[in-house]
């Protein structure tokens, strides 16, 4: 409302012979692009001058500014004439042209998700168990896996330490190597003397750490300092193991597609996936609304 007065004012103060009125429908769309335009300058914080601005809003529908100040005198001379209808018209107009721009947000978000979750797989899962006995067993307790490029990595085990294992400060750690000698150290955490103890970590690898290394090496049997004392024998079960893998949003993106070009409709599957989202979304607005109620 504020910047329709101020659009209001500027034109006021020019005055021209032989204007014509503006119809209340161009008004309406005048008014509605120059809030617009207002709101872009504003969010981008540009400097302009005002006419310059308005006046080829005004050409754009075959009007000029002495049209306009023409049509504003007329409102304020005929009583039963309300310049609040056409606001009133124009506010309802971007109410409703937000909402179905915030539904499309929500559509190119579901696809975002959809994709996102198609693309994620599991790249390593341990398929038995690791028991560390004897020496030559500790070298099982290192696992390297191929890098699988730029995008997230979730991984998960399930280990126990044996009562009679003498080390103490044991870690696991995730690094990444570029061939055997440069590595970065991603994750570490202490391993607990308990049964079945479980560790979970997820991180995000960008497209230049994923050119740079080109093997992740999971270590269940990580010394990391002086203090640490490494034994003899380390008595280690690793249960279970597994690395998931989702690429880049782009990337999902555009597998997500190619997957569904051969196809002039999309398949049942994708729409299902699209469905089992929006019902996501549906079911947390309820909630909310629940919320609000009470």
């Not at 203090?227 to 279970?240: A, C, I």
């Amino acid at each position: 409302m504020r910047y329709i007065t101020t659009f209001v004012l500027l034109l006021f103060l020019v005055a021209c012979d032989s204007p014509k009125t503006i119809p209340n429908d161009d008004l309406a769309n005048i008014f509605h692009d120059a809030l617009l335009t207002n709101a872009y300058i504003n969010q981008k914080s540009v400097k302009y001058d005002s006419l310059n601005i308005y006046e080829p809003i005004l050409a754009k529908y075959g009007y000029t500014k002495e049209d306009m100040h023409y049509t504003l005198e007329n409102f304020l001379r005929q009583k039963s004439a309300h310049l609040s209808d056409v606001i009133t018209e124009v506010n309802d107009r971007l109410a409703s042209e937000a909402a179905a721009l915030r539904a499309a947000v929500v559509r190119v978000d579901t696809v975002r998700n959809v994709a996102l979750r198609r693309a994620r797989h599991t790249i390593f899962e341990l398929e038995e168990p690791i028991v560390a006995k004897r020496k030559a067993d500790t070298s099982r307790l290192i696992i390297k896996l191929p890098m699988q490029g730029a995008g997230e990595y979730i991984i998960s085990a399930c280990y126990t330490i044996a009562e009679k294992d003498e080390g103490t400060g044991r870690r696991f750690t995730a690094n990444f190597l570029a061939g055997d000698s440069l590595t970065y150290h991603q994750y570490a955490t202490i391993m607990h003397r308990v049964d079945s103890s479980e560790l979970r970590t997820q991180f995000t690898i960008n497209r230049t750490m994923a050119e740079k290394y080109d093997t992740l090496r999971l270590h269940f049997n990580d010394f990391a300092t002086r203090r640490d004392k490494r034994p003899e024998l380390s008595l280690v079960t690793v249960h279970s193991a597994s690395v998931r893998f989702t690429p880049t949003e782009d990337v999902s993106i555009e597998q997500l597609f190619e997957e569904q070009f051969d196809d002039r409709i999309f398949s049942k599957r994708f729409i299902h996936s699209i469905e089992d989202e929006w019902l996501i979304v549906a079911d947390s607005v309820v909630a909310d609304s629940i919320a609000v109620e009470k």
